[in-house]
């Protein structure tokens, strides 16, 4: 389960730290015809990307091994050759020492992802740091792990057609190797020879025997280019829009329809949001209020202020661990829209005390720092609650120095626990837990873990937490909703069924004018979603209640 601020990702080809939402790479690149969203036009770093939701193809002309050595390349067996086992034509398998350092990363990457369920952006910039792979070959690595990732619904639906098989029947090894080299063909700069005829060294390396096998499908996908694989293997848009969005930008399709189905039906804005969805994200920080200032801070670092939230950074580069501003406390790694909700509830108006804040599913500590910096602001005190202890420990780390209190409890313990107790608090949070499929840009493999079946758990344990959150805040007092997932089934009827379920009384407050004054894009109200594709954050979503009873 995560959300919130627990979206981890770099991909900037580095090790990183020393935030709760670690980095949030910048990408140049081809951009044609890419929609215009709200982070263009806000002196965030560009994310660039092609049509289709591509990511980046600039700075990558590299051949094999980082320098094309003109090797002519040699004919392999068809297609329906052996892709096990087998002693090459070309000689001895050449080892790893044949590939370059940033493919065999990646590889090692994609293979950890899809073999032991490890997560691409834990395991890469410690692969890259151990193996000492730095600057732009780190970069290149970088790219080629999350792209293929991102893209392997299309990439697999390609593969199979040139390799005339379902790719689960190709062996692991080889078949991760194939993905890498038909990313590099159809999404990157890298010419298609070398891309080839690199994959075909790094097959020999981990898949001896496939290389011929490997050669003949990868010159077959070289033969069309992207545009005309898609109009090869996806569904006509007329007849299937979904499948055709599916295939086309690389997402299941039950997540194409939930987003289709949030954006009130609309093909072009799930289009737009599916391509945001396949970039990578910049950096923000969140400014810790009291500590620092985002225009000021923006200046000292070389960044850009948020275009929407008063606390938000744009970084312009490098990797925030390196940033003494978070070494020391003064701001966190953060996205807007996180920033934005919690800023929501806290300016949220109200009647009577304002000193009991609670924040029920702190973990790892993202809003709560955020909320604990505004409360030392306003006399106001925050119980931050978490039910994992390593996270409650992030928590401890995020509010340290702020009028705060960490509880390692259930949130559900409302009135059970004497810290929790019912009507004690005036505003309360809850940040529920979710399938985060409004931060798919940040988890390059979460599309294809997540599956339709999370949700059931999942929406039983939002609404036990928003009835818990009911309990524990005082008449007259105010609840905060969020998710970081716009799957309306996590969000409005969450929400409703909460509420529902509950004897207490609840009134919806109009969450529109707790955000920036022109924000746009803000919807019918009383509820907020915010979007990539719109407003340049996660897929934020924000219901603020009033208790009458
Ligand atoms: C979406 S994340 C919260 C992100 C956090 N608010 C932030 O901004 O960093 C949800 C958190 O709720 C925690 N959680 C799950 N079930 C819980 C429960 N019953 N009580 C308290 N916390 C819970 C999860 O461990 C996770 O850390």
């Given at each position: 389960m995560h959300g919130g601020a627990d979206q981890g990702g770099s991909e900037r080809g580095g090790p990183e730290g020393?935030?709760?939402?670690s980095g949030r790479p910048e990408s140049g690149g081809a951009d044609r015809g890419r929609p215009e969203t709200?982070?263009?036009?806000?002196?965030?770093?560009e994310s660039g990307g092609a049509d289709r939701g591509r990511p980046e193809r600039g700075g990558?002309?590299?051949?094999?091994g980082g320098s094309e050595r003109g090797r002519s390349e040699r004919g392999g067996r068809?297609?329906?050759?052996?892709?096990?086992?087998g002693r090459e034509r070309g000689g001895?398998?050449?080892?790893?020492?044949?590939?370059d350092p940033a493919r065999q990363a990646a590889y090692d990457a994609v293979a950890a992802v899809h073999?032991?369920?490890?997560?691409a952006n834990l395991v890469l910039p410690g692969m890259l740091r151990d193996r000492d792979v730095r600057g732009r070959d780190a970069a290149f690595a970088t790219e080629l792990t999350y792209g293929t990732l991102r893209s392997r619904g299309t990439i697999d639906a390609v593969l199979t057609v040139a390799a005339g098989r379902?790719?689960?029947?190709?062996?692991p090894p080889a078949r991760d190797a194939l993905r890498l080299g038909v990313y590099q063909i159809?999404?990157?700069?890298?010419p298609p020879h070398a891309a080839v005829s690199s994959t075909v060294d790094l097959v020999k390396a981990v898949?001896?025997?496939a290389s011929g096998f490997a050669n003949a499908v990868l010159r077959e996908v070289a033969s069309r280019d992207l545009d005309a694989w898609i109009e090869q293997v996806a569904p006509p848009a007329e007849t299937d829009p979904v499948g055709h969005l599916s295939l086309a930008y690389s997402h299941p399709q039950w997540i194409v329809r939930a987003f289709q189905e949030a954006l009130g039906g609309s093909v072009d804005e799930t289009t737009r949001l599916l391509i945001e969805d396949n970039q990578a994200p910049g950096v923000t920080l969140c400014v810790r209020p009291g500590r620092a200032d985002a225009v000021e801070l923006a200046e000292e670092i070389g960044g850009a202020p948020g275009a929407f939230s008063p606390y938000a950074v744009y970084l312009?580069?490098?990797?925030?661990?390196?940033?003494a501003v978070i070494r020391d406390g003064r701001a966190h790694v953060q996205d807007e829209g996180s920033q934005l909700v919690a800023a929501a509830l806290a300016d949220a108006p109200i009647d009577g005390t304002d000193e009991r804040w609670l924040?029920?599913?702190?973990?790892?500590g993202g809003k709560a720092g955020l909320l604990a910096a505004l409360a030392a602001q306003r006399g106001a005190h925050l119980t931050a609650v978490e039910v994992t202890e390593h996270r409650a420990k992030l928590v401890s780390q995020a509010v340290a120095g702020f009028p705060a209190t960490v509880l390692h409890t259930d949130g559900r313990d409302v009135g059970k626990d004497p810290d929790l107790?019912?009507?004690?608090?005036?505003r309360v949070l809850v940040d529920a837990p979710c399938t985060g499929l409004g931060a798919l840009r940040r988890r390059p493999e979460a599309r294809w873990r997540r599956?339709?079946?999370?949700l059931p758990p999942l929406t039983r344990l939002q609404r036990e937490l928003l009835t818990a959150a009911l309990r524990a805040v005082r008449p007259g007092g105010l609840v905060g909703y969020v998710t970081c997932s716009p799957h309306t089934v996590e969000t409005h009827v969450s929400v409703t069924e909460g509420t529902r379920r509950s004897d207490i009384a609840v009134d919806f407050v109009d969450?529109?004018?707790?955000?920036?004054?022109?924000?746009?894009?803000?919807?019918?109200?009383p509820t907020v979603q915010l979007w990539p594709h719109r407003?340049?954050?996660?897929a934020m979503f924000l219901a603020v209640l009033r208790r009458t009873s």
């Open positions: 020393g935030g709760f939402e709200a982070s263009a036009d806000r002196g965030r770093p990558f002309d590299r051949g094999r068809d297609r329906g050759g052996s892709d096990r086992g001895p398998p050449r080892g790893r020492d044949a590939v073999r032991d369920d490890a997560y379902e790719v689960d029947r190709i062996d159809l999404y990157t700069r890298v898949a001896p025997g312009p580069g490098g990797a925030p661990g390196d940033l924040d029920l599913c702190a973990g790892p107790p019912e009507e004690g608090f005036d599956q339709p079946s999370d969450a529109r004018p707790l955000l920036p004054a022109g924000m746009p894009g803000l919807g019918t109200g407003h340049g954050t996660d």
